[in-house]
């Protein structure tokens, strides 16, 4: 695009609140417009942060004609359906994660970048945590050697969320743990096998059919020796808080701290067992990014002046993500990862190139999750990625 500056919609307000003061220090975007169903809400919000154009109503702002791109953060559910009205409205697309619950869904979101030359971002955080920059740094460097396995897994306990995530199957939400193993090395999926474990209450389990407290997955990597492991658990295992991921290498080895805030561990081959094993701080990346969001990384909007006077009024009126101001994990969001994930998208779209990740490779990651659902219910039976979430050899 030949803008000097883009004009965003964001689209939901819980977690969507996030990225408001992010957008309105970036020297590239115009934080120009805002979408909740709630009036009264959407103008809390919108004094708080000084946003005039607002809607109720996500159509009204596919017909706007400043809007040069949507951010949508709203029920799971609605990721797929809504992708395919904005970009069937010419609108560029950034969707938290995931890209849909529907392979067919996915399919569409796919098919609709390729034919309008439209771009499309899955906003997967993991991509652009400083852990995971900093286990990319390694390899790249050489210093993890060849890698020889990958894992990943994402523990929540979601009782009590509202909307689509009561009984969700564990896999259908596991972006956060598959992306970093495919990523890392530039992969993707080919097939994928899944096996369920343990049973969740009856109450929750008849809401999607899903009786399994975990899904485990192993996913062969397409064009490649490697094969990657990731389980997840989102209802009735006892377990705090965790995305994890794993990199075994030749020469070292990376893996995410057991208990949250412990840090990382780096393993080195070929010296004595007890110095082989070292803790690590992930460093920052913020000088990947426009010095105007650079403290994005490390502080929430509550630390920065403009926005002191919010911590009183709240910025987060139906509680829905509350927990990414107040739990110490996602303070400075999710790893750092919101002022990068912003940056992205605004560059791919100046420069007129693909994001990171783009439409395929969104699907695939998200496919992988699905299928991963549709082989535990099938025992475990290998399920092939559709073609359209394959890259073009």
């Given at each position: ?23 309105q ?32 109503n ?15 953060n ?21 969707c ?14 796919v ?40 894992q ?10 509202p ?35 343990g ?7 008849r ?22 492991r ?24 990376i893996?995410?701290?057991l208990?949250e ?31 105007e ?17 919010l ?48 439409a ?34």
């Open positions: 695009m030949t803008k000097d500056k883009l004009n965003v919609a964001i689209i939901g307000l819980g977690f969507g609140t996030q990225f408001i003061p992010i957008y220090r970036h020297p590239q975007a115009n934080m120009y417009a805002i979408c909740r169903r709630s009036e009264s809400e959407l103008n809390l919000i919108g004094d708080a942060f000084g946003v005039e154009k607002r809607y109720t996500f159509e009204d702002v596919l017909t706007d004609p400043d809007v040069d791109y949507v951010h949508i709203t029920p799971i559910k609605t990721h797929g359906p809504m992708s395919i009205a904005a970009l069937k409205a010419g609108k560029h697309v950034m938290t994660v995931p890209m849909s619950i529907s392979v067919d869904e996915c399919r569409q979101i098919e609709l970048v390729q034919e309008t030359d439209l771009k499309y971002m899955m906003a997967e955080t993991v991509l652009y945590s400083r852990e995971y920059f900093y286990a990319k740094e390694l390899y790249q460097k050489g210093e993890l050697g060849k890698i020889q396995f990958l990943g897994s994402h523990h929540q306990d979601m009782d009590g969320w909307d689509a995530w009561p009984g969700l199957p564990p896999m259908l939400y596991a972006t956060h743990c598959i992306s970093p193993c495919l990523a890392i090395i530039e992969g993707e999926a080919e097939y994928v096998s899944c096996f369920g474990s049973t969740i209450r009856d109450d929750l389990a809401i999607y059919g899903s009786p399994y407290a975990v899904e485990t997955a192993h996913i062969k990597l397409r064009n490649s020796d490697l094969t990657a990731v389980y997840r658990s989102l209802f009735d295992a006892a377990r705090q808080y965790r995305e994890s991921f794993d990199v075994f290498g030749e020469k070292k080895s893996e995410w701290p208990v805030g412990e840090g990382l561990v780096l393993h080195t081959a070929k010296i004595p067992q007890e110095e082989m094993t070292e803790r690590v701080i992930a460093p920052d990346y913020a000088s990947l990014l426009p010095e969001i650079q403290p994005f990384t490390t502080k929430t909007f509550l630390d920065l002046d403009e926005y002191k006077h911590s009183s009024e709240g910025a987060d009126p139906d509680g829905t993500h509350s927990h990414l101001i107040t739990d110490p994990g996602s303070l400075e969001g999710h790893g750092g990862s919101h002022p990068h994930l912003v940056h992205e998208f605004i560059s791919a779209l100046i420069e007129d190139r693909d994001p990171f990740p783009n395929v490779l969104s699907a695939n990651i998200t496919c992988v999750g699905i299928l991963a659902h549709e082989s535990a219910l099938k025992g475990g039976k290998r399920i092939h990625l559709p073609d359209f979430a394959l890259r073009t050899e």
